[in-house]
């Protein structure tokens, strides 16, 4: 038998504290992979921030079915899942992200007018990438009450 020693860790050895700054910046990371794609997804169906149809390539509207709206809701209900993957898990939904916003740099190149905003994409998917290796890091592993 064991001693309750050897068999128990502490919580500070078992977990990062919040002081860690590369748990810091999982969390934040995190947390702003959650809730941006949700937020940006659920937009898609009200176009309050801006007229969402009007960042889709002339070529994908020509391939695919329907509207450039119709082509919208789909973007924001893969957008909304990928920010439920990110929140539950992140080392999974952070490479889901990347390839994500991949693509929509890919899209956004080939609209002549927003290289500026694929530029700005492709800052968001470096930290998508970050956030996951940083997941990767602290895998299983919460903050010390």
């Given at each position: 038998m064991s001693?309750?020693?050897?068999?128990t860790t502490s919580a500070a050895t078992r977990r990062p504290a919040l002081s860690d700054p590369g748990y810091q910046a999982f969390v934040i990371l995190?947390?702003?992979?959650?809730?941006?794609p949700i937020l940006f997804g659920l937009d898609k169906f009200a176009n309050l921030l801006v007229?969402?149809?009007?960042?889709?390539a002339p070529w994908i509207n020509d391939i695919v079915p329907g509207s450039a709206q119709a082509v919208m809701y789909a973007v924001g209900v893969i957008?909304?899942?990928a920010g439920l993957v990110?929140?539950?898990?992140?080392?999974?939904?952070?490479?889901?992200?990347a390839g994500w916003l991949a693509?929509?740099?890919?899209?956004?190149l080939?609209?002549?007018?927003?290289?500026?905003v694929a530029l700005r994409d492709f800052g968001l998917l470096l930290a998508a990438v970050a956030l996951a290796r940083l997941a990767q890091r602290y895998h299983g592993k919460r903050q010390s009450h």
């Open positions: 001693s309750a020693t050897t068999t995190r947390t702003g992979f959650t809730v941006a007229d969402w149809p009007t960042y889709l957008e909304i899942v990110v929140a539950l898990v992140p080392r999974f939904g952070g490479w889901l992200v693509g929509i740099i890919v899209n956004l080939t609209t002549p007018g927003y290289y500026d």
